[in-house]
Nanobody, 122 residues
Framework: QAQLVESGGGLVQAGGSLRLSCAASGRTFSSDAMGWFRQAPGKEREFVAVKGKSAGRAYYADSVKGRFTISRDDAKNTMYLQMNSLKPEDTGVYYC???????????????WGQGTQVTVSS
């Protein structure tokens, strides 16, 4: 059974940085897309970023372009999200996702982590 575990969330001031990690176990995702979603209080879960298999391209939500960077280390079966210049509106639970497909701006994942809280104070 595949499992995704996020880590690295926390409380940071606006303008600061955090690096989230997603460790996969139970199977490898080197041939699959992996990405991040987030859910702010009272809002629906939204797409943040996705990266295709191996050296595939990365795609980002407009709200995080230029500030967030998604990367993967397939040898470690781990994905990362480097978040810089954080804003209070980036606050939410961040979820790791894997498998599925990405097309036309939509990422439909098959596997999900439990989430890690990111809070950005103003």
């Amino acid at each position: 059974q595949a499992q995704l575990v996020e880590s690295g969330g926390g409380l940071v001031q606006a303008g600061g940085s955090l690096r989230l990690s997603c460790a996969a176990s139970g199977r490898t995702f080197s041939s699959d897309a992996m990405g991040w979603f987030r859910q702010a209080p009272g809002k629906e879960r939204e797409f943040v970023a996705v990266k295709g298999k191996s050296a595939g391209r990365a795609y980002y939500a407009d709200s995080v372009k230029g500030r967030f960077t998604i990367s993967r280390d397939d040898a470690k079966n781990t994905m990362y999200l480097q978040m810089n210049s954080l804003k209070p509106e980036d606050t939410g639970v961040y979820y790791c996702a894997a498998g599925g497909y990405y097309s036309g701006g939509t990422y439909s994942a098959n596997y999900w982590g439990q989430g890690t809280q990111v809070t950005v104070s103003s």
